[in-house]
């Protein structure tokens, strides 16, 4: 069985790294929209970057 495990870092302005996320679970664009949620929730405005593999949400 394969298992996924999810980290979002944020840099900001200055530089300064921090982990947003940290987790596992299955993939599918329903756990993405809420981990895009959290972050807006926690205050984030704006993602420049997005890497991501096969996440059709994004699309």
Do not use: P, W
């Amino acid at each position: 069985m394969k298992k996924a495990f999810y980290i979002a870092i944020g840099i900001d302005m200055n530089g300064h790294k921090d982990v947003l996320y940290v987790g596992r679970r299955n993939e599918n664009a329903k756990f993405s929209l809420f981990i895009m949620n959290s972050l807006k929730n926690r205050g984030v405005q704006d993602i420049l970057i997005v890497c991501a593999d096969n996440m059709t949400f994004l699309q």
